[in-house]
């Protein structure tokens, strides 16, 4: 199937030519490295095809296959190195999501903390199908930011559908337990909003909980 009106699509403002903006789909031959030039972002690994091995500042030299994903956090430093001839989706976000109106970050908390770092989950039937269509995208260069946020949104939807909260809470505890760096983001970008319920909205949690983790960062208020 061609695409219509190539031109217009690619000249259009709304292109994506960013590496780190949405979707991106990559294939690496047995023994190639993988690195991530930007620590901004969290990335959500999609493995369709082989083994890599992935390290961070959390854990060193750790596997997983094809048919499942993996939750990267920013700050981490991540490196990868491709066990086999391997082929992936990669998903690349900020702070700035959400997973559900009817599940916040915050109502995950309730859940035991995972105690390893590393957290595989399988690619259920459902969101291969998400996959399988990003892929059909990618193909015929259908690179619109306004289709990658929809499928962000699309992604999250599955999580909240098809997996359970406890797999949610395990899979995405490096957010929710603190392990990024509550203090680099707040200085990063408090000049972007203007009200401290705002920058908690950032955050993902209650402005209970900012008030009290940017007492423990910072030693004061946020009003102050």
């Given at each position: 199937?061609?695409?219509?009106?190539?031109?217009?699509?690619?000249?259009?403002?709304?292109?994506?030519?960013?590496?780190?903006?949405?979707?991106?789909?990559?294939?690496?031959?047995?023994?190639?490295?993988?690195?991530?030039?930007d620590e901004y972002f969290h990335y959500i690994v999609f493995l369709l095809k082989g083994e890599l091995e992935v390290s961070t500042?959390?854990?060193?030299?750790?596997?997983?296959?094809?048919?499942?994903?993996?939750?990267?956090?920013?700050?981490?430093?991540?490196?990868?190195?491709?066990?086999?001839?391997?082929?992936?989706?990669?998903?690349?976000?900020?702070?700035?999501?959400?997973?559900?109106?009817?599940?916040?970050?915050?109502?995950?908390?309730?859940?035991?903390?995972?105690?390893?770092?590393?957290?595989?989950?399988?690619?259920?039937?459902?969101?291969?199908?998400?996959?399988?269509?990003?892929?059909?995208?990618?193909?015929?260069?259908?690179?619109?930011?306004?289709?990658?946020?929809?499928?962000?949104?699309?992604?999250?939807?599955?999580?909240?559908?098809?997996?359970?909260?406890?797999?949610?809470?395990?899979?995405?505890?490096?957010?929710?337990?603190?392990?990024?760096?509550?203090?680099?983001?707040?200085?990063?970008?408090?000049?972007?909003?203007?009200?401290?319920?705002?920058?908690?909205?950032?955050?993902?949690?209650?402005?209970?909980?900012?008030?009290?983790k940017f007492n423990e960062s910072f030693g004061d208020s946020p009003y102050s």
């Open positions: 199937m061609d695409l219509l009106y190539v031109k217009e699509h690619l000249n259009c403002k709304n292109y994506v030519s960013d590496f780190h903006i949405g979707f991106n789909y990559e294939e690496r031959k047995a023994g190639e490295e993988l690195d991530s030039e500042r959390e854990y060193a030299k750790r596997r997983f296959s094809q048919e499942e994903m993996i939750f990267i956090p920013q700050n981490v430093e991540p490196s990868g190195v491709a066990i086999t001839d391997v082929k992936f989706l990669v998903l690349s976000f900020d702070n700035q999501f959400s997973l559900c109106d009817q599940l916040t970050l915050d109502s995950l908390r309730v859940y035991p903390e995972s105690e390893d770092p590393f957290v595989k989950l399988p690619i259920r039937s459902p969101m291969q199908m998400v996959i399988d269509s990003l892929i059909f995208y990618h193909e015929h260069k259908i690179r619109c930011k306004n289709l990658h946020a929809i499928k962000q949104k699309e992604v999250f939807l599955i999580f909240r559908t098809f997996y359970t909260k406890e797999e949610i809470a395990a899979f995405l505890s490096p957010i929710l337990n603190w392990h990024l760096d509550f203090k680099s983001f707040i200085l990063r970008h408090y000049q972007e909003v203007k009200t401290v319920d705002e920058l908690a909205d950032m955050c993902h949690i209650s402005i209970r909980s900012f008030n009290r």
